[in-house]
């Protein structure tokens, strides 16, 4: 594997440690900006940097600081120029075009860090962009926290190998990257999951004034593999069906509501997303959330009963406490013997279509029952709790301790 490797030096470059918020949701923050914090209060040698895409963004990060932390933390906006950001609205509903605009916008004063951590591979493109055009200038370390702990091919991306350093959630996620060739095993640092950090102290909520159990209906926003274009209103209309018995938290993927059309390279396919019947929200045992935090900050996920969804890795949130899981395979051509696509389908029963999913949702307590072992075993697996201490303090310590050790990063 071409990698790019630090280079000792006598007298270290006390250059900052940026933590990249770029993307155009608030549901990565979580993952990373307690570490932030954790590592702006620890860190004397070194500026501990929240970059950030945008306002809503940066109120995301601060609202999971304390104030000791908010003050110690920089903070550098990414923000584009006015009418830059204007022009390119339009295409940003297809594709992330703002999102690398700003990494580009502000290279420059990007390029003058020791390390950029961030939880998505789209900052990469700079170090590439680095590597065409050699400099004396150093190019920065860059560091991997993923944005969950899933177990899609989107997970071990060819383009992961460009990161100098994981920080990842548990054995699992290091196996898949050591096995995918992305990363030595060296290069992995196992610190938890840290966005259950934010979980310490919180109980679950009630959305309904009733007894009836809560089922959580989440689908994913690939058009490929999301239920939601082909079964969504199907599973909604039952449970509007059966206001009496059942409720329903329909909180799909913040990125789903965020645009109408839905591309899916991978798989290129394009497909536009159905509404929603307004009948739903005026139903006492319907709540519909397609913007609002609650989407990301595990509100929903700690305290349904039930959770219902296609591929997204927030079914591990759901299981950090056991309970019964169903899924809907829409695009899998498995045979129904063979082993499920995806190693977090064995959680719970999948269905293929709402139809054959309905019948069993009923039976939710003997499926909770039935897949508790297997659901301990998985999350052991994913997210590693042998140390007692926060994901992010653990997350922290490891970053300092690489950094340390770096002067410069040369090209590869």
């Known amino acids: 594997m071409t990698q790019a490797q630090p280079q000792q030096c006598d007298t270290p470059v006390a250059a900052d440690i940026v933590f990249l918020f770029n993307h155009d949701s608030g549901h990565q923050v979580a993952h990373l900006a307690g570490i932030a914090g954790v590592l702006a209060l620890q860190e004397t040698a070194r500026k501990v940097v929240v970059a950030f895409g945008s306002e809503a963004t940066r109120a995301e990060v601060a609202k999971l600081l304390s104030a000791e932390q908010i ?58 962009h680095w590597s065409r055009y050699p400099s004396k200038d150093r190019i920065p370390a860059f560091v991997f926290v993923p944005h969950g702990s899933g177990d899609r091919n989107v997970t071990v991306h060819p383009a992961l190998k460009d ?74 209309e039952y449970f509007y069906q059966n206001a009496d018995r059942f409720n329903l938290i329909f909180a799909p993927h913040v990125m789903l509501f965020f645009k109408k059309v839905h591309i899916s390279p991978e798989y290129r396919v394009t497909r536009k997303r159905p509404d929603i019947d307004p009948k739903y929200y005026g139903a006492p045992n319907i709540r519909i959330d397609v913007d609002s935090a609650r989407l990301f900050d595990m509100s929903y996920t700690l305290s349904a009963d039930v959770y219902i969804g296609d591929v997204s890795s927030q079914v591990y949130e759901f299981l950090h406490r056991p309970r019964a899981c169903f899924f809907i395979d829409t695009h899998s051509k498995a045979a129904p013997d063979d082993p499920a696509e995806y190693d977090f389908w064995n959680n719970g029963p999948v269905a293929t279509s709402a139809q054959e999913l309905i019948p069993m949702l009923a039976g939710y307590a003997a499926v909770a029952a039935q897949y508790r072992a297997a659901q301990e075993q998985r999350m052991a697996y994913t997210a590693d709790q042998s140390d007692p201490r926060p994901a992010s303090e653990r997350g922290a310590e490891a970053i300092r301790h690489f950094v340390e050790g770096l002067n410069t990063i040369t090209p590869a």
């Not at 420059?108 to 591979?121: G, N």
């Not at 990161?163 to 959630?169: A, G, N």
């Not at 995918?180 to 259950?196: D, H, N, T, V």
């Open 71 to 128: 003050a110690a933390v920089h903070w550098r906006s990414l923000a584009l120029p006015k009418m830059l950001k204007l022009l390119t609205q339009g295409l940003n509903k297809l594709v992330p075009i703002q999102r690398l605009l700003r990494l580009y916008y502000h290279r420059a004063e990007l390029r003058k860090s020791a390390a950029i951590v961030s939880t998505e591979r789209t900052c990469l493109t700079l170090k590439r």
């Open 163 to 236: 990161f100098d350093q994981m920080l990842v959630s548990g054995q699992k996620v290091q196996d898949q990257f050591v096995e995918a060739g992305l990363a030595e095993p060296e290069q992995c640092r196992i610190i938890g999951y840290a966005k259950f950090d934010i979980l310490r102290g919180r109980t679950p909520e009630t959305f309904f004034a009733n007894d009836n159990p809560t089922f959580l209906y989440n689908p994913h926003f690939d058009p490929h593999m999301s239920s939601w274009f082909d079964y969504g209103a199907d599973i909604l």
